[in-house]
């Protein structure tokens, strides 16, 4: 019986030389890395469960001006959709356009109520409304959206203009305090 | 789901390989989805009937005779007026004596177990933060009617 060096045997009848250099133990390297996909799933899993819960499904409503904090409270109700007056520190506007100044209101005296340019532009959008919805009643519903630091004199003449333009539900906007719900509706008439 | 075999002649291996590829391609889906219909700052509403006009600090006229229930805001502190009553809080320096007004405010719904309206009169000079606090705090307290006006002549 002839003497063979020693070394490895496994393998040697095999002809397919990558297979043989596969199960020798010859082989390169492979290109493909396995990466490891427990953490990336868990992190994923995390972050579509904190999504789910933060997630509203009647949307962003209206958007917080720059110059206006809204307050906070304990007994909130969901916003609908409605005409948005916006009383910042330096304009107040209605859908965005601006309808008059705060500081021109401010110092105005006191017996004075009227504010034409809001009270014109309601009207209007009244009667878009019933154009838009001829066979709906008109509700009057209005979102203030005011800056915390902003005076009742000036608000007054807001809602002023709001109850002569027939917009008697006021709706102000505000923030969820947390750990706060939302109240129980007033019933209706 | 796939499965790993052992080799012909073993036993079959117990650890199943779950094919996490349509699972993390969901994911990837959901969180794209969520992220771009999130609402990071959800806004709310406190309602009031506007009653500012006509003639300030007028009562609506009903056919039977009801106590009034005001809270009338102004820069002293709050009022609380519940038919012929009168209760005074006043401010704590700075600061409305909320914690007082509740106090109150559950004291007059015990006389008027039935009623939700509110009349919050508000004067000149006072903050609306203030204005919504006082709002809320009626709200809370049972009067979920609330309606807003202004102050001159309530008292």
């Known amino acids: 019986m002839p003497i063979h060096t020693t070394g490895r045997r496994l393998g040697r009848s095999i002809t397919l030389k990558t297979v043989r250099d596969k199960v020798s133990g010859k082989g390169k390297h492979g290109v493909y890395a396995n990466i490891q996909l427990t953490s990336m799933v868990d992190m994923f899993t995390i972050m579509v469960v904190f999504l789910l819960q933060t997630f509203s499904a009647s949307g962003e409503l209206l958007y917080v001006q720059k110059d206006i904090t809204v307050p906070d409270v304990n007994n909130w109700r969901e916003l609908g959709i409605a005409p948005l007056i916006a009383v910042g520190a330096e304009t107040i506007t209605l859908d965005g356009f601006e309808v008059a100044r705060p500081a021109d209101l401010a110092a105005a005296p006191d017996t004075e109520w009227d504010m034409p340019a809001l009270e014109e532009k309601l009207n209007e959008a009244k009667a878009m409304f019933k154009v838009v919805h001829p066979g709906e009643t008109f509700s009057g519903e209005i979102i203030i959206q005011a800056d915390k630091s902003i005076d009742f004199k000036i608000l007054r003449r807001v809602l002023f203009a709001c109850a002569k333009a027939e917009y008697v539900s006021v709706h102000f906007a505000v923030r969820s305090k947390a750990g706060s719900g939302p109240s129980a509706a007033p019933p209706k008439e | ?62 056919d039977t005779p009801v106590d009034r229930l005001v809270l009338v805001v102004d820069t002293r502190g709050y009022t609380v007026i519940a038919g012929k009553e009168k209760y005074l809080i006043p401010k704590k320096g700075e600061l409305y004596d909320v914690p007082e007004l509740e106090k109150k405010l559950k004291q007059v719904k015990g006389y008027y177990p039935d009623r939700l309206d509110m009349n919050v009169a508000v004067s000149v000079g006072v903050l609306y933060a203030d204005i919504t606090q006082a709002m809320d705090t009626s709200i809370g307290m049972g009067f979920t009617d609330v309606s807003l006006t202004d102050a001159t002549g309530v008292i």
Not at chain 2, 26 to 55: E, H, P, Q
């Open chain 2, 1 to 62: 789901m796939g499965v790993s075999i052992a080799s012909s002649g073993g036993k079959r291996s117990l650890d199943a390989e779950l094919n996490l590829v349509p699972f993390i391609d969901l994911l990837s889906s959901c969180i794209a989805f969520l992220l771009m219909t999130a609402v990071w700052s959800s806004m709310y509403r406190i309602d009031a009937t506007n009653k500012n006009s006509g003639a300030a600090g007028t009562m609506e006229k009903k």
